[in-house]
C-alpha cells in the first residue's frame, strides 16, 4: 500500500517562498518516478510542476517554475520536497505529490496511480 501525505502549504505575498514535503510510505523502494502537480482553481487538469526519477534523481521542470522551484528528496526519511521561491499569484493552486511505481510515461496526471491529498498554495500580489 502506498501513501502520500503532504504538508507546507499556506498563503504568501508574491516573491515569497514555501517549502512543501511529501512523506511516503508504503512500497518506497519500488518508485519508479514522484511528481509535484497543481491544480488551479477553473482548471480540468492537474499540471505537471516536477518530476524526479527515484533511481537517478533526475529532475524536470514545467518551464513556468524553470529557477525558481526545486525538487528533491531525502531517501532515508522516504520524502520529497518541493522548494518554491520567488512565488507569482498564478502559481496558486492545490498542489499534490504523486508517484508511479512502474517505469513508463511520467509526464501526464494519469500516468500516476498515487496521488496525496492535496495542499493548498495562495500567493497575493
Known amino acids: 500500500q502506498v501513501q502520500l501525505v503532504e504538508s507546507g502549504g499556506g498563503s504568501v505575498q508574491a516573491g515569497g517562498s514555501l517549502r512543501l514535503s511529501c512523506a511516503a510510505s508504503?512500497?518506497?523502494?519500488?518508485?519508479?518516478?514522484m511528481g509535484w502537480f497543481r491544480q488551479a482553481p477553473g482548471r480540468l487538469e492537474r499540471e505537471l510542476v516536477a518530476?524526479?526519477?527515484?533511481?537517478?534523481?533526475?529532475?524536470l521542470y514545467t518551464d513556468s517554475v524553470k529557477g525558481r522551484f526545486t525538487i528533491s528528496r531525502d531517501n532515508a526519511k522516504a520524502t520529497v520536497y518541493l522548494q518554491m521561491n520567488s512565488l507569482k499569484p498564478e502559481d496558486t493552486a492545490v498542489y499534490y505529490c504523486?508517484?508511479?511505481?512502474?517505469?513508463?510515461?511520467?509526464?501526464?496526471?494519469?500516468?500516476?496511480?498515487?496521488w496525496g491529498q492535496g495542499t493548498q498554495v495562495t500567493v497575493s500580489s
Open positions: 508504503g512500497r518506497t523502494f519500488d518508485y519508479y518516478a
Open positions: 504523486a508517484a508511479r511505481l512502474l517505469p513508463g510515461p511520467s509526464l501526464h496526471f494519469s500516468d500516476y496511480n498515487h
Open positions: 518530476r524526479m526519477y527515484w533511481n537517478d534523481g533526475n529532475t
